[in-house]
Nanobody, 116 residues
Framework: QEQLMESGGGLVQPGGSLRLSCAGA????IGWFRRAPGKEREVVSC????????FYADSVKGRFTISRDNAKNTVYLQMDSLIPEDSATYYC?????????????WGQGTQVTVSS
């Protein structure tokens, strides 16, 4: 199993932006997930090998953009117009579906905190 490493999180004010990176991503499907304290892990965005029609959760549609640089084996999540509800630990994985990730070795994630 490929090892993925998330980075780019931090503390940002509401309305601000962050760009998360998922290093070690090969050319396959990569999903970004997040888990807030006391909540279940949820999918945020997902990109296929051909980059066609990326998926976005309704809660982030229009504010987040997923992209990939295959030469760098990295998938990015550009997060704009951040709101406090986006605060969570963000993870990347090799599928869009949690059901397919039951044996996936999750990384440590990267913490995003949106607060004034």
């Amino acid at each position: 199993q490929e090892q993925l490493m998330e980075s780019g999180g931090g503390l940002v004010q509401p309305g601000g932006s962050l760009r998360l990176s998922c290093a070690g991503a090969d050319v396959g499907t990569i999903g970004w997930f997040r888990r807030a304290p006391g909540k279940e892990r949820e999918v945020v965005s997902c990109i296929s090998p051909g980059n066609s029609r990326p998926f976005y959760a309704d809660s982030v549609k229009g504010r987040f953009t997923i992209s990939r640089d295959n030469a760098k084996n990295t998938v990015y999540l550009q997060m704009d117009s951040l709101i406090p509800e986006d605060s969570a630990t963000y993870y990347c994985a090799t599928s869009c579906f949690l059901n397919f990730l039951s044996h996936f070795s999750w990384g440590q994630g990267t913490q995003v905190t949106v607060s004034s």
